[in-house]
C-alpha cells in the first residue's frame, strides 16, 4: 500500500463518520415490547393479571416502567397527592397534558393513559375529543381514562370513533364526590353492572372498578370481555391499580384501607435529608471528596 493510500485508509477508519459507523455495529439492546390495547385485552383472554400505577413525572415512570408495570396512569389524583389538593376537581388539562407528556417520555414498555380531568367530558362529545386529542397530540400517551358508565357511554363511543382508546370507571368516582357524599363504597350491583356493560358496549377497552364489594367486582368481572382493574374491589379483578405514592409509602396522611404500603420512602426521604442538613451545619458536607482543588 502506499503511503497516500495508507494515508486515506487511516483517515477514513479514525473519521467521525467511521467512529459513528463501528458504533453502529455494537449490538443493540433489545427494546421491550410495547404494551398496548389488544394486548391487554389478550391478557385477560389467557388469565395473566394486569398491573397499573400513577405516574407524574419523568423520574417515577421511568422508574415504575423499568420494574414492569402494565400500565402507567397520569391520574387526576395528582391534584390531591402532587398539588396537595383535598380531592381531584382543581388540576387542569394543561396540567394534566404538562405531566404526561414527561410520562410518556419515559416509558418505553407500559401503555401510557391519561385521566379526562374534571369536567372536560362533560362538555359535550366535540369539547370531549378536543380534549383528548390534545392528550395524545401535545404527550406520548396511548389513551385517556374518564369516570362514568352508561351516563358517558355516548361520549365514550365518540372518542373511540375518533380513533382515541378509553379506559372507563365506574363505582366510586372521586370527580363526583360532592354528589355521592363522600369517598363511600359503592354497592348496587345492578348499577355497576349497567354502567360496566354500557362502556363496553361504547367501546372502552377497559374499565375500573372502584371502592365496590369484591362480589360485586367479580360478577362484573365474569361478565365482561374487557378487562376489569380493581381498586378497592378485590383481587377478582384482571388487574390492579394504585396511586403509586400509597404502594411506596410517600404519602403524607390518611392512607386507604384498601392500600398494602410495600416501603416506607416518606421515612428514608426525611431520616436522609436531616442527616444531610447536620452534615451541612456541622460542616461536613462538602469535605475533601465532595470538592474541587
Known amino acids: ?25 455494537k449490538p443493540k439492546t433489545k427494546s421491550p415490547k410495547r404494551v398496548t390495547v389488544p ?29 414492569g408495570v402494565d400500565i ?20 387542569t388539562l394543561d396540567e394534566m397534558i404538562y405531566h404526561a407528556e414527561m410520562v410518556g417520555r419515559a416509558a418505553n414498555r407500559a401503555l401510557v393513559v391519561v385521566d379526562m380531568p374534571f ?11 378536543a380534549a383528548a386529542g390534545r392528550v395524545l397530540k401535545e404527550t406520548r400517551c396511548q389513551a385517556v381514562k374518564l369516570e362514568g358508565g352508561a351516563d358517558q357511554a355516548e361520549v365514550i363511543r365518540a372518542l373511540v370513533g375518533a380513533g382515541i382508546p378509553v379506559m372507563a370507571h365506574v363505582g366510586l368516582r372521586p370527580q363526583s364526590v360532592h354528589t355521592m357524599g363522600g369517598y363511600k363504597i359503592q354497592r348496587n350491583q345492578d348499577q355497576l353492572l349497567a354502567d360496566a356493560q354500557a362502556a363496553e ?11 365496590i364489594p369484591k362480589s360485586s367486582a367479580k360478577t362484573v368481572t365474569n361478565q ?6 380493581g381498586i378497592g374491589a378485590g383481587n377478582d379483578c384482571d388487574g390492579q391499580v394504585l396511586v403509586s405514592h400509597d404502594v411506596l409509602g410517600l404519602t403524607s396522611g390518611y392512607v386507604p384501607s384498601f392500600v398494602r404500603q410495600y416501603a416506607n420512602l416518606n421515612e428514608v426521604i426525611i431520616h436522609a435529608v436531616r442527616d444531610w442538613c447536620d452534615d451541612v451545619r456541622h460542616n461536613k458536607f462538602p469535605d475533601s471528596e465532595h470538592s474541587f482543588e
Do not use: W
Open 1 to 25: 500500500m502506499s503511503g497516500f493510500a495508507a494515508f486515506r485508509f487511516r483517515q477514513f477508519f479514525s473519521s467521525p463518520a467511521a467512529q459513528r459507523r463501528s458504533m453502529n455495529t
Open 39 to 67: 394486548s391487554l385485552l389478550a391478557m385477560k383472554r389467557q388469565g395473566q393479571k394486569i398491573t397499573m400505577l400513577t405516574a407524574y413525572d419523568f423520574t417515577m415512570a421511568r422508574f415504575l416502567d423499568q420494574a
Open 72 to 91: 402507567l396512569l397520569v391520574g387526576d389524583s395528582m391534584a390531591m397527592v402532587v398539588q396537595g389538593h383535598e380531592n381531584t376537581l382543581p388540576v
Open 119 to 129: 369536567p372536560t367530558n362533560h362538555l359535550g362529545v366535540h369539547q370531549a375529543i
Open 201 to 211: 358496549a361504547a367501546g372502552a377497552f377497559s374499565i375500573v372498578l372502584e371502592c
Open 224 to 229: 365482561l370481555r374487557i378487562p376489569t382493574i
